[in-house]
């Protein structure tokens, strides 16, 4: 069974910067999409960056040029560097992926969420 694993999420001031890292565990044939998403308290999920496997990659307006996206398809693991937080950017950010099996339909798998908190 494939799973996420996420971890790299904390408390930092603002303009401080916080690292995520998501790893695809298990018997994976291949991951199409792979991105990062985020909740705060009383909003919606939100897209902040996803990357293809071919490393395409897309951001929210309100991260750009603050957050990158990259992968390393070889480990099967998504990395977010976010550089300049802002306490806007607080919230749960959750891992996820395009899960393509050998012999059945794609899905997507969600990782378990990070908590990251900025203050002002």
């Known amino acids: 069974q494939v799973q996420l694993v996420e971890s790299g999420g904390g408390l930092v001031q603002a303009g401080g910067s916080l690292r995520l890292s998501c790893a695809a565990t298990?018997?994976?044939?291949?991951?199409?999409?792979m991105g990062w998403y985020r909740q705060a308290p009383g909003k919606q999920r939100e897209l902040v960056a996803a990357?293809?496997?071919?490393?395409?990659?897309n951001y929210a307006d309100s991260v750009k040029g603050r957050f990158t996206i990259s992968r390393d398809n070889a480990k099967n693991t998504v990395y977010l560097q976010m550089n300049s937080l802002k306490p806007e950017d607080t919230a749960v950010y959750y891992c996820?992926?395009?899960?393509?099996?050998?012999?059945?339909?794609?899905?997507?798998?969600w990782g378990q969420g990070t908590q990251v908190t900025v203050s002002s």
């Open positions: 996820n992926a395009r899960i393509v099996p050998r012999y059945s339909d794609s899905y997507d798998l």
């Open positions: 298990g018997s994976i044939f291949n991951i199409n999409a």
């Open positions: 990357s293809t496997s071919g490393g395409k990659t």
